[in-house]
């Protein structure tokens, strides 16, 4: 099976060890980041979604702008858009892209964040909502016949979209999330499920749960892990860059008042990374956990750390166990992004051709 590599395209640049400065938007900047990726060999690249941030649509619309052939992971948040009007968005988009896009969905696990937004609905509701949308964004991109939906959330009435996706029968469909609420969703909906970067045991337990819940609607998602790779040309000098990387994240959130310990984050996928984290900075064989333990795992906060060949390594570790994609993205974002394609990527995408070529031989 093919591996899938998806790296990060911010608006500006900045990073847990980089204070942003300048615009907002900076174009400049996104046409470059956008760039290295397509000349690095990466599938995607992530367009993140937050209740303060710039349009995802927008900044993906501008980098396909830019590039040729690099795709896009849209995250998007359901609730504030109607679902018809949100799948012809993304259907037209995905047009004028030449069917680049995909969605990842994201439906919010802090209720302070979503009351930002206007939402004051609890998580459960939440993701209930959730699986309605997904149901009519699905129906919109496929139908040839207007239909009706009725729900608990929704009511449309003859709902039709003109415009379809370019890819068949839709463009990808991403899910996050972790919690109880969320599972059920994703094993319904997730064309590619994605996780953090946990331990390998509770990679083994989340695709389980995954597809079993899947397996009740005739589904086999593929799975995606988000990682901060750290390398550098000897082992030592990578432990030592990732030491660095804590120290400097330390001394921004402390010049900008938060917290570096006592974290409680209410969403499942951050309490699931303090849980790794709590077992050491290093985990399994080289799973780096110290900027998830400062930052309340805020994010995707946990990485692998080594040589080029030894993450490379450490990635077809979790291959093994049914992820093929893999979000990485580092901590000087556009550097780092050249780094990955040019020293990372090709190598696993060649232990993973040797992985996959192995029953051939041994069947021969």
Sequence with gaps: MSVEFIGFIGWRH????????????????????????????????????????????????????????????????????????A???????????????????????????????GDHTTKDVRYARTSEYLDIVRQEWTSETPFDYDGRFYQVKQAFGDVKPAQSPHLPIYFGGSSDEAIPVAGKHADVYALWGETQAQVRETIARVRAAAAKHGRNPRFSLSLRPVIADTEEAAWKRADEIVERTKALRARSGQSLTGHAPPNAGSQRLLQAAAQGTRVDKRLWTGLAAVTGAQGNSTGLVGTPEQVAEGLLDYYDLGVTTFLIRGFDPLEDAIGYGRDLIPLVRELVARRDAEPVRAAG
């Design 14 to 85: 900045s990073s847990e060890i980089r204070p942003a400065s300048g615009p907002v938007v900076d174009r400049e900047y996104i046409e470059k980041v956008a760039r290295a990726h397509e000349a690095g060999g990466f599938d995607r690249a992530l367009v993140a979604f937050g209740s303060t941030s710039p349009e995802s649509q927008h900044i993906a619309g501008y980098a396909a702008a830019v590039t040729e052939r690099l795709g896009f992971m849209i995250a998007h948040r359901p609730g504030f858009t109607q679902p018809t009007v």
């Design 87 to 117: 799948a012809r968005q993304l259907a037209t988009l995905d047009q004028l892209t030449g069917g680049r896009i995909a969605v990842h969905i994201i439906t919010g696990g802090a209720d302070d964040e979503m009351a930002k937004d």
